[in-house]
């Protein structure tokens, strides 16, 4: 069966959702999230329909600009989904990706109840984007967006914290990094998401190498 106009659709109506959205969380993140799911799945045995609907729809909602709501996304997927006569096993496949795909729901077990080889590929696809270069610079916008200062010091990371906490985080930006960004290296599915980690993951520590040198006056 042709998929395009299927994925051209959901593209489409991805762009116009995101159009106003956070820089770090906008059409191109879900871009390049999307890129980096066919990549992987190349070496996966997953449905490629079902990867590639997750990697376009994963953010449509992201609960943080929500006030934490996180049903939004996933009704918002699922009613998109069934505009479009998706077959309702694939809907859910795609839903339940969604739901379960976030770095803070690792922070509480209880919450991790589903798995597969699809949610594996789109999640580290997507970790992946919040790594490297791109990592950084998604992190600082973000901060920015939030109104957070770059670095104190006297906040040292919390790397200890439950699923709440993290919601509700307004730490520094540098913080960030020790509290998700240089945990996810550890926290990838697949060996092409294990391969591609490592180099974004030391181009992080060498950033922070540089960052503390310069904040110093070095």
């Keep these: ?88 096993n694939s809907i859910d496949h795609v839903v339940k990706i969604i739901q379960h795909m976030s770095f803070k729901n690792s922070l509480d077990k209880g919450s991790v109840t589903f798995s597969s080889k699809e949610l594996e590929t789109v999640q580290d696809a997507d970790r992946l984007d919040a790594m490297g270069a791109i990592g950084i610079a998604r992190a600082f916008n973000y901060g920015g967006f939030k109104n957070r200062a770059l670095y104190d010091p006297d906040v040292p990371p919390n790397l200890n914290m439950t699923k709440e906490e993290y919601k509700k985080s307004n730490a520094p930006t540098i913080n960030h990094f020790y509290e998700k960004l240089l945990l996810l290296k550890e926290k990838m599915n697949t060996e092409t998401g294990k391969r591609l980690a490592q180099e974004r993951h030391q181009f992080m520590l060498d950033y922070l190498e540089q960052f503390y040198k310069e904040w110093k006056g070095e």
Aim: no cysteine; net charge negative.
């Design 1 to 88: 069966m042709n998929h395009e106009p299927l994925i051209q659709n959901t593209i489409n109506f991805v762009k116009e959702t995101l159009h106003n959205a956070e820089g770090g969380h906008d059409w191109f993140h879900v871009e390049r999230v999307f890129h980096t799911t066919k990549l992987i799945s190349q070496h996966e045995e997953v449905d490629a329909l079902v990867v590639q609907l997750a990697a376009l729809l994963h953010d449509i909602a992201d609960p943080k600009f929500y006030d934490g709501d996180e049903s939004i996304g996933s009704n918002m997927a699922r009613d998109f989904l069934t505009s479009q006569s998706v077959d309702d």
